[in-house]
T-cell receptor
């Protein structure tokens, strides 16, 4: 089983749509969870940390289910500028971040 | 807004040569990292550095690789005897604590 697994997509959605991404992780001892965004040939940029209680930042909502080892990201009212690859990232007990392969989102007019 | 800066943005080198990739982490950060991303693949961890020593490294980070923090600001990755398969985007990152990391814009290494 992959350490961090994501549906690669692409997800093609119209502007204004709501889209959800899912991610599962294999290491039950993982401690910290994040969503990063990566534009083509650019660096990963932190979108948000993910907390057990769930957290929201504007149009973005992240959820964590430790029992199921599952993380989600919901984007409401999607914009053209949301088009990117969304990376699910997990940190275990050490220092390293483990990245999923990413889910590609294309928002269309 | 503080950011991680990397130089050069693109490096072309011949197979077998040594390269040094340079990074200036965010000034008050304590943890420093190198990651790489081969074209079309996921971001992979190479090494983390804390308190002037390597704190964790991956299987990829073998004797061909080394890191150094020669002064109070720079953090370098040296790749000796480069191979074709070392061609990738190399990202430096830093974090204030052992939490989320902030990435530089990357150095694209092309080995020919």
């Amino acid at each position: 089983r992959k350490e961090v697994e994501q549906d690669p997509g692409p997800f093609n959605v119209p502007e204004g749509a709501t889209v959800a991404f899912n991610c599962t992780y294999s290491n039950s001892a993982s401690q910290s969870f994040f969503w990063y965004r990566q534009d083509c040939r650019k660096e990963p940029k932190l979108l948000m940390s993910v907390y057990s209680s769930g957290n929201e930042d504007g149009r973005f909502t992240a959820q964590l289910n430790r029992a199921s080892q599952y993380i989600s990201l919901l984007i409401r009212d999607s914009k053209l500028s949301d088009s990117a690859t969304y990376l699910c990232v997990v940190k275990g007990g050490g220092n390293k971040l483990t990245f999923g392969t990413g889910t590609q989102l294309k928002v269309e007019l | 807004e503080p950011e991680v800066t990397q130089t050069p943005s693109h490096q072309v080198t011949q197979m077998g040569q040594e390269v040094i990739l340079r990074c200036v982490p965010i000034s008050n950060h304590l943890y420093f990292y190198w990651y790489r991303q081969i074209l079309g693949q996921k971001v992979e961890f190479l090494v983390s550095f804390y308190n002037n020593e390597i704190s964790e490294k991956s299987e990829i980070f073998d004797d061909q690789f080394s890191v150094e923090r020669p002064d109070g600001s720079n953090f370098t990755l040296k790749i000796r005897s480069t191979k074709l398969e070392d061609s990738a985007m190399y990202f430096c990152a830093s974090s204030p604590w052992n939490t989320e990391a902030f990435f530089g814009q990357g150095t694209r290494l092309t080995v020919v």
